[in-house]
């Protein structure tokens, strides 16, 4: 957490404005407030862990501005991702985004979210390139690894709303 002296103030925003925003969302979703919340929450967090700037300790981040590194461009071996790493860290944060995703219900928003949230990455990866401030790195590896963790939360979130009919859908 050092690392990232923001993480802590915005994340408490992060969770003000998701409760403020559950019903509304819910809503606009046709889902519970809860998993509302998970979804604003879940996109907040991303965002305040990959888009702020790094502590000055540790300045460690892009080296050319514009740069990625694509050294790797697959899943993470196994043993890697059981471990508490970056590469774990990353596969886990999009786990949640993903479960939330899984249990709207079927709709046309919800594959927008789908493609929202497979283009987000993307997305992080090109800003922490471009954005010199942040002093972040551009590694595609993080891209596969955001991408793997959305992947399982989205099947977790699917299976979860088949066990549990009615999880994702809002109270009549």
Do not use: H, Y
């Not at 994340?11 to 809503?27: E, T």
């Not at 043993?79 to 985004?97: A, I, K, R, W």
């Not at 479960?99 to 997305?123: D, N, W």
């Amino acid at each position: 957490m050092s690392d990232l002296p923001l993480f802590l103030p915005l994340s408490f925003i992060v969770v003000i404005v998701s409760i403020a925003a559950s019903g509304r969302v819910g809503r606009a979703l046709g889902t519970r407030p809860a998993v509302a919340w998970l979804l604003v929450l879940s996109f907040g967090l991303i965002l305040t862990s990959t888009l702020t700037p790094l502590s000055e300790d540790c300045r460690c981040g892009a080296k050319v501005v514009g740069s990625c590194d694509f050294s790797r461009v697959g899943v993470a071996p196994i043993d890697e991702l059981l471990q508490v790493n970056n590469t774990s860290l990353n596969v886990l944060m999009f786990v949640p985004l993903g479960v939330a995703i899984g249990l709207l219900p079927r709709s046309r928003r919800k594959a927008v979210l789908i493609v929202g949230a497979m283009a987000l990455p993307f997305a992080i990866e090109a800003t922490q390139a471009l954005i010199p401030l942040l002093d972040r790195a551009c590694e595609s590896g993080d891209v596969v690894d955001n991408l793997t963790g959305l992947a399982i939360g989205l099947v977790a979130g699917v299976v979860a709303g088949r066990l549990l009919p009615g999880v994702g859908r809002p109270q009549a």
